[in-house]
């Protein structure tokens, strides 16, 4: 019974491991345990009776996609929340390229990948 995994929202293309939450997973044999994402069989490694680790495939594109396991390599359980993989961040140029040291200055960023989920940028020691 798979309850959650973490996290939930993935750079593509970046084979990062997620955790698998759930319920009787028992003492776990890591050759039989298979992750699904989507229709991507990936292998699962066991490290308690509510933990498994996934790796996510490293061709994994962006979209969102179905988790699901299987202790026996066979019956899957789907966990309760879709995956988003999102498509990965790339800066192609910025306007203006100066301004005053003093700041203020409003700077476009243009490029691919952005969301507005904590997003930041960065001059010098200066988040903003």
Request: charged share 15%; net charge negative.
């Amino acid at each position: 019974f798979v309850t959650q995994f973490q996290p939930l929202i993935v750079p593509e293309y970046s084979g990062i491991v997620i955790a698998v939450h759930g319920e009787h997973f028992g003492e776990g044999n890591d050759d039989s345990i298979v992750c699904k994402i989507g229709e991507e069989r990936v292998s699962g490694t066991h490290r308690s009776q509510n933990l498994v680790l996934c790796a996510l495939p490293h061709q994994l594109p962006a979209g969102s996609y179905h988790v699901s396991l299987s202790l026996n390599g066979k019956d899957f359980a789907v966990a309760p929340t879709m995956l988003f993989v999102r498509p990965s961040i790339s800066v192609h140029s910025a306007w203006p390229l100066s301004g005053p040291s003093s700041g203020g200055t409003k700077v476009l960023v243009f490029g691919v990948g952005f969301s507005s989920d904590q997003m930041r940028c960065e001059f010098g020691e200066n988040s903003v």
